[in-house]
């Protein structure tokens, strides 16, 4: 059973904690990903998180979408394109002093895929759930 | 969230302890820290990571302007870390090849 989870927070620093924190409790309820996994997911969320607040006007909202299904676990979060310009740069021969955020990204999710249209962004980011997590949909007993 | 800064002398170094989360909230008091330690005149500093119990790349970027900073004034800026979970980021990115990492303070600084 698929099941969806949004969050929207204020752009600002200070709610970067509160947005990898909810993903690594939603990521933990249904079993197949290892705390070590959930960690390295919390850390590209972060990354996401911060990448979208630098590009979006101040006073905006950052919006999450956590769909949570037996074989993964996705989190597509949207921004103004310009907000993932630094995390995903277009010249990759020129790195910069964001290229360790795009590092972590590629190297801690084993999806990251960028889908603009009309200067807008959304950053999917997939987690694979272990093969032993499909029959269990982790819904709490009755 | 709260960030931990605690500087202590120790043989010559100056020993930041870290505590809580670094991230783009929390990073520009560390960095903040580092600067005043270098401006102060530290040349031997040691970042003591063992309390962190988040850094992404925001707090990557703290070290690496750390170092770059002291290493301008003819320092060095080291760190002590043994948590796997922050060791997988400093490897990802390259940065145990820039860092001399030690396993505990002690370690790092017996011999300066």
């Given at each position: 059973?698929?099941?969806?989870?949004?969050?929207?927070?204020?752009?600002?620093?200070?709610?970067?904690?509160?947005?990898?924190?909810a993903?690594?409790?939603?990521?933990?309820?249904?079993?197949?990903?290892?705390?070590?996994r959930?960690?390295?997911?919390?850390?590209?969320?972060s990354?996401?998180?911060?990448?979208?607040i630098?590009g979006?006007?101040e006073g905006?909202?950052?919006?999450?979408?956590?769909?949570?299904?037996?074989?993964?676990?996705?989190?597509?979060?949207?921004?103004?394109?310009?907000?993932?310009?630094s995390?995903?740069?277009?010249?990759?021969?020129?790195?910069?002093?964001?290229?360790?955020?795009?590092?972590?990204?590629?190297?801690?999710?084993?999806?990251?895929?960028?889908?603009?249209?009309?200067?807008?962004?959304?950053l999917c980011?997939?987690?694979?759930?272990?093969?032993?997590?499909?029959?269990?949909?982790?819904?709490?007993?009755? | 969230?709260?960030?931990?800064?605690?500087?202590?002398?120790?043989?010559?170094w100056?020993?930041?302890?870290?505590?809580g989360?670094?991230?783009?909230?929390?990073?520009p008091?560390?960095?903040?820290?580092?600067?005043?330690?270098?401006?102060?005149?530290?040349?031997?500093?040691?970042?003591?990571?063992?309390?962190?119990?988040?850094?992404?790349?925001?707090?990557l970027?703290?070290?690496?302007?750390?170092?770059?900073?002291?290493?301008?004034h003819?320092?060095?800026?080291?760190?002590?870390?043994?948590?796997?979970?922050?060791?997988?980021?400093?490897?990802?990115?390259?940065?145990?090849?820039?860092?001399?990492?030690?396993?505990?303070?002690?370690?790092?600084?017996?011999?300066?």
């Open positions: 059973m698929e099941r969806v989870v949004e969050l929207e927070i204020p752009a600002r620093p200070e709610f970067v904690g509160i947005a990898r924190m993903v690594g409790a939603l990521a933990g309820i249904r079993p197949g990903l290892a705390y070590e959930i960690d390295d997911l919390r850390i590209v969320v990354e996401a998180c911060t990448s979208a630098e979006m006007e905006s909202n950052l919006r999450l979408r956590c769909v949570d299904a037996p074989k993964s676990l996705e989190v597509r979060i949207e921004a103004p394109e310009a907000a993932f310009e995390a995903f740069p277009k010249d990759e021969d020129e790195p910069d002093g964001d290229s360790f955020r795009i590092s972590l990204i590629r190297a801690l999710v084993d999806d990251a895929d960028l889908r603009t249209t009309s200067g807008f962004a959304e980011l997939v987690m694979h759930r272990d093969a032993a997590s499909d029959e269990d949909d982790g819904d709490l007993p009755a | 969230m709260d960030l931990g800064l605690d500087v202590k002398e120790r043989n010559g100056a020993v930041l302890s870290v505590q989360e670094v991230d783009v909230y929390t990073a008091q560390f960095r903040e820290q580092l600067i005043q330690l270098v401006d102060q005149g530290q040349r031997s500093i040691l970042v003591d990571l063992e309390g962190v119990e988040f850094l992404d790349s925001t707090g970027g703290v070290l690496v302007g750390g170092l770059k900073r002291v290493r301008s003819d320092g060095d800026l080291a760190l002590v870390c043994t948590q796997r979970r922050i060791l997988k980021v400093l490897e990802i990115t390259g940065l145990t090849k820039v860092f001399t990492i030690y396993d505990s303070v002690d370690a790092a600084t017996a011999g300066n």
